[in-house]
T-cell receptor
Framework: DGGITQSPKYLFRKEGQNVTLSCEQN?????MYWYRQDPGQGLRLIYY???????QKGDIAEGYSVSREKKESFPLTVTSAQKNPTAFYLC??????????????????FGPGTRLTVL | EDQVTQSPEALRLQEGESSSLNCSYT??????LFWYRQDPGKGPEFLFT???AGEEKEKERLKATLTKKESFLHITAPKPEDSATYLC??????????????FGKGTLLTVNP
């Protein structure tokens, strides 16, 4: 089955610790994204990547880092510089081309999420 | 700045009681409006994409419509399994980022048996 997987489902971080959240997709999508979801707020974009070895900051990139070494993988590291990391983290992917032409406007498909809690 | 407002924040219906959820938006150059369903503790599930005013999409008991200022998600004869948070998102050119979705805060729908 094609889809997006995220691991772990639950993650606990101690103060001053860096943690990495995994996101893998087998949909052959070019673009991948990381969002953060907090109670009472809409999803907010952290980072996105349109192609391998390239990524861009979203609205709330401070305290986070990413890499895109493979098309199917887009891990997110939450660093100790992120002061309020407790949240639900969602990874998404989308095609980047429609009808053979580069198209930015395609639906995004989400993984099951990782809930990160700071101890 | 793109804005998306969903109303009501929460809606409680009896099974079979039809209703609509609203998503109003303020964007410059809408390229797509997306509806998602999210169950507690899970990732959003894609429902519909609407691209232009007047467009309608249907799936089972759900029907999404789009005008130049808002979108409606109509739920006909809902069942308890339709209970979820429904998210609306818009996509429009935004600086150098054409891939950004702006999400509303969602409407929590509860359908009682």
């Amino acid at each position: 089955d094609g889809g997006i997987t995220q691991s772990p489902k639950y993650l606990f971080r101690k103060e001053g610790q860096n943690v990495t959240l995994s996101c893998e997709q087998n949909l052959n999508h070019d673009a991948m994204y990381w969002y953060r979801q907090d109670p009472g707020q809409g999803l907010r974009l952290i980072y996105y990547s349109q192609i391998v070895n390239d990524f861009q900051k979203g609205d709330i990139a401070e305290g986070y880092s990413v890499s895109r070494e493979k098309k199917e993988s887009f891990p997110l590291t939450v660093t100790s510089a992120q002061k309020n990391p407790t949240a639900f983290y969602l990874c998404a992917s989308s095609i980047a081309r429609r009808g053979g032409r580069l198209s930015s406007y395609n639906e995004q498909f989400f993984g099951p999420g990782t809930r990160l809690t700071v101890l | 700045e793109d804005q998306v407002t969903q109303s009501p924040e929460a809606l409680r219906l009896q099974e079979g009681e039809s209703s609509s959820l609203n998503c109003s938006y303020t964007v410059s150059g809408l390229r797509g409006l997306f509806w998602y369903r999210q169950d507690p503790g899970k990732g959003p599930e894609f429902l519909f994409t609407l691209y232009s005013a007047g467009e309608e999409k249907e799936k089972e008991r759900l029907k999404a419509t789009l005008t130049k200022k808002e979108s409606f998600l109509h739920i006909t004869a809902p069942k308890p399994e339709d209970s979820a948070t429904y998210l609306c998102a818009v996509q429009a050119p935004s600086g150098g980022s054409n891939y950004k979705l702006t999400f509303g805060k969602g409407t929590l729908l509860t359908v009682n048996p």
